[in-house]
């Protein structure tokens, strides 16, 4: 049975064919991994290299979310955006990258959690692009509530947080939206290109 996408159309497959994101991994788990982990490192890669001319908190939701979503829709890996994540955060822990916060390893693994469990367990997430892209805006804002407790409970202070927890909390909200809706999108259209 066909899952409907929010326009009608048939929900793409993911790689193994199957839509049940039950993890029994019909195709190779060991490249999975490896192209998982890989998304992982574009993501803080992208981080660390590019700068947005955006002077908003939360702007790399744009990449981010894209590449958590896509990795999520295309992997039959019931963990999949975890995975993503969770090489990410590994990723960013390195020094190379030059990241000066200590809890950006948090930070990266956080929406991978969210997303999956999201994915999981709202119903119609798996069938609709625009639910993909709610899921992603909730996954992004996770960091400046996460933030918020943690300068509340310690005493680490962040700049973002300056003026408040609303403002960073909407446009981690908006990027992150915007983010995850892109990469519904691309695996859409990816998808198609491919049949």
Not at 40 to 63: C, Q, Y
Not at 81 to 96: D, E, K, R
Request: aromatic share 12%; net charge positive; with cysteine.
């Amino acid at each position: 049975m066909n899952e409907k996408i929010a326009n009608g159309a048939a929900l793409p497959k993911n790689w193994s064919g199957s839509t049940d994101q039950t993890g029994t991994g019909r195709t190779s788990t060991p490249w999975q991994l490896l192209l998982l982990c890989t998304f992982g490192l574009a993501g803080v890669a992208l981080h660390a290299s590019f700068h947005w001319p955006l002077k908003l908190p939360g702007h790399h939701g744009l990449e981010w979310m894209a590449i958590l979503v896509f990795a999520r829709c295309m992997s039959p890996l019931r963990w999949s955006a975890s995975i993503t994540a969770g090489s990410a955060a590994l990723f960013a822990a390195m020094p190379v990258w030059g990241f000066s916060e200590p809890l950006v390893p948090l930070f990266y693994l956080l929406p991978g959690l969210v997303l999956d469990l999201g994915y999981r367990f709202v119903p119609g997430a798996r069938a609709s692009v625009l639910w993909l892209g709610v899921i992603a805006a909730l996954a992004h804002a996770c960091k400046p509530v996460a933030r918020y407790f943690i300068a509340v409970l310690s005493d680490m202070h962040f700049g973002s947080l300056a003026a408040g927890l609303a403002f960073p909390l909407s446009t981690h909200l908006v990027f992150g939206l915007a983010g995850g809706l892109a990469g519904a999108v691309a695996w859409n259209l990816m998808h198609r290109t491919r049949e």
